[in-house]
């Protein structure tokens, strides 16, 4: 008879932390090491606007990982608004943590993993919490948590306190650079000494934090005015062509990989962000751009957004993009599994999990 799973549960502090980077990098270390991983994300809170019916990180890391379909468990709630109401006004009584039992089925597998809620308390009303979903399946909790400033110590502590003996450890990552040797050197044996293991520091990427000029389309409603076939590009900041054009150009040179958000009648503007690291202009006013910008940015191969915005709405809804980017770019998949590589202790979590006799040599 196959014998029964163990389960590890990746929570985080704050949503946006980094969970299913953090599930796709150890799953991808995890299976080198020869070990036979199924995945599941209880509480749904991204769905497929198609399909309605697929959580779109477990049919994203299904692929990515090239997990069959019975190495998936089910996603037993939908964490939206309409389902919140519902309980709220009791016409919802379903025994959450019952049917998070038939999680406890699966057998064959050597390891579980499963992408917690975005924080400590989302799924609560639920009773399915961060720790009341470990408790359910029995499951260690890995907690990510994104590096903002030396805070991050009260709030780890106080995590520890209240998932207790269920904490596994904890990934820092979105570290700065310049402070990796900070919390290398300090805030890890500080941690480590408080019964609280670390299990990797991430610097900080660009390139994770990115956004393709695709996703901007969709959160803008764009018009894609030319180059359709490069929104693959990826944006790493934003910049606001506002200025005289002098200003605006010493301005773009500062910049990398940007997306520029200007008036669709400053050609000046325009022209300057093309020849400097753009890889999209985002126009407002419905104004089209003359002739000779389309045809510069064809030959630069850099798309053009027509936007039924102003300016500050388009600025705030890419900065939003910018904090709440998802991990669906093949490039990205590819740096997250080589920087857990590099700095995941992947044999310890093993070790921990006690998960060592699975390995093959």
């Given at each position: 008879m196959p014998k029964s799973a163990k389960y590890l549960l990746v929570g985080s502090t704050e949503a946006y932390s980094g969970k299913s980077a953090t599930v796709l990098g150890m799953a991808h270390q995890l299976k080198t090491k020869g070990l036979d991983l199924a995945y599941g994300k209880p509480l749904g809170t991204c769905w497929n606007s198609e399909t309605k019916d697929v959580e779109e990180d477990v049919q994203f890391v299904a692929k990515v990982l090239d997990l069959p379909t019975d190495r998936l468990q089910p996603t037993i709630l939908a964490l939206d608004e309409p389902t919140i109401q519902k309980r709220i006004r009791g016409d919802d009584r379903v025994d959450y943590p019952q049917a998070l039992k038939k999680y406890l089925q699966m057998r064959g597998p050597d390891l579980v993993l499963l992408e917690g809620p975005a924080n400590l308390e989302e799924g609560s009303l639920f009773d399915l919490s961060l720790r009341q979903v470990a408790e359910g399946v029995n499951a260690k909790i890995l907690l990510v948590a994104r590096f903002q400033s030396l805070l991050i110590v009260g709030a780890l502590i106080s995590a520890r306190r209240r998932l207790g003996d269920r904490l596994l450890g904890v990934l820092i990552n979105d570290i700065p650079v310049n402070r990796l040797e900070e919390v290398k050197t300090t805030v890890q044996p500080y941690l480590e000494e408080r019964g609280i293991p670390i299990f990797g520091l991430l610097p900080r990427s660009?390139?994770?934090?990115?956004?393709?000029v695709n996703e901007l389309v969709h959160q803008l409603k764009a018009e894609v005015?030319?180059?359709?076939?490069?929104?693959?590009l990826m944006v790493e900041s934003l910049s606001i062509?506002?200025?005289?054009?002098?200003?605006?150009?010493?301005?773009?040179?500062?910049?990398?990989?940007?997306?520029?958000?200007?008036?669709?009648?400053?050609t000046d503007i325009q022209l300057?962000?093309?020849?400097t690291s753009t890889q999209c202009l985002i126009l407002t006013g419905q104004?089209?751009?003359?002739?000779a910008i389309l045809s510069r940015a064809e030959d630069l191969e850099i798309p053009i957004l027509s936007v039924d915005l102003d300016t500050l709405s388009t600025v705030e809804i890419v900065?939003?993009?910018?904090?709440?980017?998802?991990?669906?770019?093949?490039?990205?998949?590819?740096?997250?599994?080589?920087?857990?590589?590099e700095n995941f202790d992947v044999d310890?979590?093993?070790?921990?999990?006690?998960?060592?006799?699975?390995v093959t040599a």
């Open positions: 660009a390139l994770l934090r990115s956004v393709s005015l030319c180059r359709a076939d490069r929104l693959d062509g506002a200025m005289n054009v002098n200003s605006a150009l010493k301005y773009f040179r500062k910049g990398r990989n940007m997306a520029v958000v200007t008036g669709g009648d400053r300057a962000a093309l020849e104004m089209p751009p003359s002739a900065d939003q993009a910018f904090g709440q980017v998802r991990v669906n770019e093949p490039v990205k998949v590819e740096y997250i599994c080589n920087s857990m590589t310890r979590l093993i070790a921990e999990l006690g998960l060592e006799t699975a």
